[in-house]
């Protein structure tokens, strides 16, 4: 029987599920590896299922497993939220804020989040910088209180608000002959040697679509895994490519230039939300709240 578990079994099982291994679970928690292995096997006798297989030397959650996994994770964050508001009633404003974002996000979120931080000293951050679909997983395993992504989402439910522009533009090389024509047309685009993002980023999903429009697909010459990659790779006179007006202006020193390309910039919206249903901690609200907040008070901080 379900009931029959411990809360202690289902801290242990959440560490284990989300670190995806004994040792780091035991570690994390300070306890000794045959006291986790003990407390799971009474949780999987409790359970009635298996709740782990073992490929290789990584753990991975059966069906039954995850499904525990979840409820875990929403009895520790119900609590989580339970100590903060308690917090709040004794008048700190301190716990634990999670946020995943895109990769494409990072050039602006850790600045947000440092003024942020700058009023709420108590708030202990942890910034997760992935991918697109990666930060869906994330949403859809409930692991983070807000993501902040580009694009309306597709498979799962997220409450969302969007608060700035995600600005496209066409990238090249200084001396690239392009660099010299106006209102170049996507087809001309086409063409050139392109420098795709990664399977599972929201920029090539945005790419695939601009061309996809006008029944066009870009030619790829390489596929590669960060904006920095690309930039380097355009700087390196490998191809253009598309990316966000975010990943500009960093490194100093051989930046990319703007081509003049018909219809760009195409201006997606950034968007922070939340699985919907999820009940947000006083924290994780706080910092909706000023990040939406912010983003009205000064649009010019809006690329
Ligand atoms: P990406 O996402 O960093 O995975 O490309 C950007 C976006 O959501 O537009």
Redesign the pocket.
């Known amino acids: 029987m379900m009931s029959h578990a411990t809360f202690r079994q289902l801290e242990v099982f959440e560490a284990i599920a989300r670190l995806g291994s004994f040792t780091r679970a035991s570690e994390e928690l300070h306890l000794t590896q045959p006291t986790v292995s003990m407390q799971m096997k009474k949780l999987t006798d409790a359970v009635g299922l298996p709740l782990f297989e073992q490929v290789g030397r990584r753990i991975h959650l059966t069906e039954a497993g995850k499904e525990l996994a979840i409820a875990a994770r929403e009895i520790m964050q119900s609590l989580e939220r339970c100590d903060m508001s308690i917090a709040e009633m004794r008048g700190l404003k301190k716990g634990k804020l999670r946020l995943a974002v ?4 990072k050039y602006f979120v850790p600045r947000i989040l440092g003024e942020f931080l700058r009023q709420h000293p108590g708030v202990e951050v942890s910034l997760k910088v992935t ?3 990666r ?1 869906l997983e994330r949403a859809a395993e409930n692991l983070d209180d807000l993501y902040i ?3 309306p989402v597709g498979h799962i439910e997220l409450v969302a608000k969007s608060f700035m522009e ?1 600005p496209l533009l066409v990238m090249a090389h200084p001396e690239h002959p392009l660099t010299h024509e106006r209102n170049i047309p996507l087809q001309r685009i086409a063409q050139e040697p392109f420098l795709m ?1 990664e399977e ?7 790419v695939e679509r601009i061309f996809g429009s006008q029944g066009l697909k870009p030619n790829i010459r390489m596929e590669l895994g960060s ?1 920095e990659a690309i930039k380097q790779a355009i700087i390196g006179g490998l191809g253009i490519s598309i990316l ?1 007006r975010h990943t500009l202006g960093m490194d100093g020193m051989g930046e990319p230039v703007v081509l003049d390309v018909e219809g760009f910039p195409v201006v ?1 919206q950034w968007h922070i939300g939340h699985p919907h249903g999820k009940q947000l901690s006083v924290v994780a609200s706080a910092f909706l709240d000023y990040l939406l907040r912010r983003m009205m008070k000064s649009p010019e901080t809006s690329e």
């Open positions: 895109v990769s494409t996000a991918n697109r679909q930060v992504l580009s694009q995600n993002r599972g980023s929201g920029t090539r999903l945005s904006n966000s997606n």
